[in-house]
C-alpha cells in the first residue's frame, strides 16, 4: 500500500516537472518580447524560497541535536526536515540554477566579472546544500556524526554567501 502510495506521489511529481519544463521550454524557445523581467522576476522568488530553507534547515539540525533518538520529538524534526528539503529546498535551487543560467544566456552576461564571482559563491552554497541533503539522510537513520556547535558554525555559512551574491548582483562592483 505504502509503495503504491510513493509510486503514484513519484508519478504526478514527474508528470507536472514534465508540463512545467514543456512550458518553461516554449518561453524559451519563443522569447516573447518581455519575457526577460517576468523571468528575473522568478529567479528571485526562487532565491528567496532557496534561502529561506539554506537558513531554517541547520536551525532544525541545532534543535534535533537535543532530541533522544526514537524519541517522538525526534522523529518530528526527521519529517520536518525531509518536508523542508524535498517540498521548499530542491525545487527552489533547480528553478534558481535553470532561470539564473537563461537569464544570463538571454543577457550575455557570461564574461562578466561579477557573474563569474557570483557563480563560485553559488557553487559554495550548492555544496553546502548538497552536505545537508547528506545530514537530513543521516538524521532521518538516527546516524547524525556531528555535534551541535557544528551546526551552530554551519548555520551562518548560507548567510554569509548570501550577502557576498546579492552585493554581486545588484551592485555589479565588477
Ligand atoms: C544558481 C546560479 C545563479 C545564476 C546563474 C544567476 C544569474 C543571474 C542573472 C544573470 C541575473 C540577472 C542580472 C541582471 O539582469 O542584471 C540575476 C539576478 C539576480 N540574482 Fe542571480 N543567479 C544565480 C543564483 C542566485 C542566488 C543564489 C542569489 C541570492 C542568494 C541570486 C540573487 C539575485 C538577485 C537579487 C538578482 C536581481 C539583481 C538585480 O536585478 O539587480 N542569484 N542572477
Given at each position: 500500500m505504502a509503495v503504491l502510495?510513493?509510486?503514484?506521489?513519484?508519478?504526478?511529481?514527474?508528470?507536472?516537472?514534465?508540463?512545467?519544463?514543456?512550458?518553461?521550454?516554449?518561453?524559451?524557445?519563443?522569447r516573447p518580447s518581455g519575457l526577460y523581467p517576468w523571468l528575473k522576476a522568478l529567479h528571485v522568488i526562487a532565491v528567496i524560497a532557496w534561502m529561506a530553507g539554506m537558513l531554517y534547515l541547520p536551525r532544525l539540525f541545532?534543535?534535533?541535536?537535543?532530541?533522544?533518538?526514537?524519541?517522538?520529538?525526534?522523529?518530528?524534526?526527521?519529517?520536518?526536515?525531509?518536508?523542508?528539503?524535498?517540498?521548499?529546498?530542491?525545487?527552489?535551487?533547480?528553478?534558481?540554477?535553470?532561470v539564473g543560467l537563461?537569464?544570463?544566456?538571454?543577457?550575455?552576461?557570461?564574461?562578466?566579472?561579477?557573474?563569474?564571482a557570483k557563480?563560485?559563491?553559488v557553487?559554495?552554497?550548492?555544496?553546502?546544500?548538497?552536505?545537508c541533503v547528506r545530514w537530513v539522510r543521516e538524521f532521518g537513520l538516527d546516524q547524525n556524526?556531528?555535534?551541535?556547535r557544528f551546526y551552530r558554525l554551519i548555520n551562518e555559512v548560507p548567510t554569509v554567501l548570501m550577502i557576498g551574491i546579492v552585493i554581486l548582483a545588484v551592485v555589479k562592483p565588477f
Open positions: 502510495a510513493f509510486v503514484r506521489r513519484w508519478a504526478q511529481a514527474e508528470i507536472a516537472l514534465m508540463v512545467a519544463a514543456a512550458l518553461l521550454g516554449v518561453l524559451v524557445l519563443t541545532v534543535y534535533h541535536c537535543e532530541a533522544e533518538p526514537g524519541s517522538r520529538q525526534s522523529e518530528t524534526f526527521k519529517v520536518m526536515e525531509r518536508r523542508l528539503l524535498t517540498i521548499i529546498i530542491n525545487p527552489a535551487m533547480v528553478v534558481t540554477w535553470a537563461w537569464l544570463a544566456w538571454d543577457g550575455d552576461l557570461f564574461a562578466s566579472g561579477w557573474l563569474e557563480l563560485v559563491l557553487l559554495v552554497l550548492s555544496a553546502v546544500h548538497g552536505l556524526r556531528n555535534p551541535q
